[in-house]
């Protein structure tokens, strides 16, 4: 379990009015280029940096920074967690998400928690620099390609029709049945069974059993109970 942390000052002084800003990536070499390339920054300055998005909570509670910059998969707490407890107990702190992944689970879940924005790891260090500081005004920053899934995905249809079967393994799904179970409640092959499956996710843009179920009882489309 990593919970390293480092701050350089306490408080919301600041130098010169410069944004204070704190990075969380677990990945050390990833971290430590990014505040290299941050520090070069004049209009901002690096007061902290974390291996975990826990030690990002702590970081924010005792230095009160105006962004916090999250990578998306840490230890301990990641990166969805880090924004929920961020922007729930620290509000002025405004949360970017950065990270290699842009599926729109992860974007929803990171925009649910509370980020301000999501920015991927390709970003130029002028779209960076210009994300953190229309955070810290409460502006909403998107990636362009993150921007472009949000809008295609706004355009689908706003419901989803599940097949007699498919909902009938889903149900099977929420009962807590594997594959092999389902296949015998259903009286088919496990193969068919994963198939179902695969379309369910595929409908409801998601990636697990667990947040088909989710989202399958938020949208109707299976009754709970």
């Not at 990002?56 to 990578?71: G, M, S």
């Not at 362009?144 to 689908?156: E, I």
């Not at 068919?192 to 697990?208: E, Q, S, W």
Request: aromatic share 2%; no cysteine.
């Amino acid at each position: 379990m990593s919970t390293a942390a480092k701050g350089t000052s306490d408080g919301r002084g600041g130098g010169a009015g410069r944004l204070r800003v704190i990075t969380a990536d677990d990945h050390t070499v990833m971290r430590a280029g990014l505040v290299a390339l941050l520090s070069a920054e004049p209009s901002l300055e690096i007061v902290g940096e974390a291996a975990d998005g826990a030690a990002a909570v702590a970081l924010v509670a005792r230095l009160q920074p105006d962004v916090a910059l999250l990578d998306l998969r840490m230890p301990v707490l990641d990166g969805v967690g880090a924004t929920a407890a961020i922007t729930a107990a620290h509000p002025r702190t405004r949360v970017l998400i950065l990270t290699t992944y842009d599926t729109d689970t992860e974007i929803e879940r990171a925009v649910e928690a509370g980020a301000t924005g999501y920015l991927l790891k390709d970003a130029t260090r002028e779209q960076l620099v210009d994300a953190i500081h229309a955070a810290s005004r409460g502006e909403t920053v998107l990636a362009p390609r993150v921007a472009q899934q949000l809008v295609a995905r706004m355009r689908r249809p706003a419901r989803v029709a599940l097949t007699a079967r498919e909902s009938e393994v889903l149900r099977a799904v929420a009962d807590g049945l594997s594959n092999a179970e389902i296949g015998r409640r259903l009286f088919i092959g496990e193969a068919t069974v994963k198939t179902h499956l695969l379309r369910i996710f595929a409908k409801l843009d998601v990636g697990d059993r667990t947040r088909a179920v989710v989202v399958a009882m938020e949208n109707g489309l299976l009754a709970q109970g």
